[in-house]
Nanobody, 123 residues
Framework: VQLQASGGGLVQAGGALRLSCAAS????????MGWFRQAPGKEREYVAI????????AYADSVKGRFTISRDNAKNTVHLQMNRLKPEDTAVYYC?????????????????WGQGTQVTVSS
């Protein structure tokens, strides 16, 4: 079972990036998925989460209104559209699959993690 995150890169403040997470080895269409990030010297924090069907989402206050999480269960993928990026968004971004189908920001309920993709926002 593997989650492969991609789409990171270097962008100027105010720019946009679209992260993708492709799952293989099993289908994750029945569980919630999430994006988390970890900046150097900081704890991994939740960014955005989406329930199994995509009908419900939640965002950290720091990204609300700028980021959008979506999923395509037919393709076993999850995306994170990041607009109006800020230098403080700089981090390694991880996608993760929950054990459950409801929303949770608790890292402990996510039992599959991707390898991470670096996002760097320059000022």
């Amino acid at each position: 079972v593997q989650l492969q995150a991609s789409g990171g890169g270097l962008v100027q403040a105010g720019g946009a990036l679209r992260l993708s997470c492709a799952a293989s080895g099993r289908t994750f269409s029945s569980v919630a998925m999430g994006w988390f990030r970890q900046a150097p010297g900081k704890e991994r924090e939740y960014v955005a989460i989406i329930n199994w069907s995509g009908s419900s989402t939640a965002y950290a206050d720091s990204v609300k209104g700028r980021f959008t999480i979506s999923r395509d269960n037919a393709k076993n993928t999850v995306h994170l559209q990041m607009n109006r990026l800020k230098p403080e968004d700089t981090a390694v971004y991880y996608c993760a699959a929950s054990k459950y189908n409801w929303l949770s920001a608790d890292r402990g309920v996510y039992d599959y993690w991707g390898q991470g993709t670096q996002v760097t926002v320059s000022s």
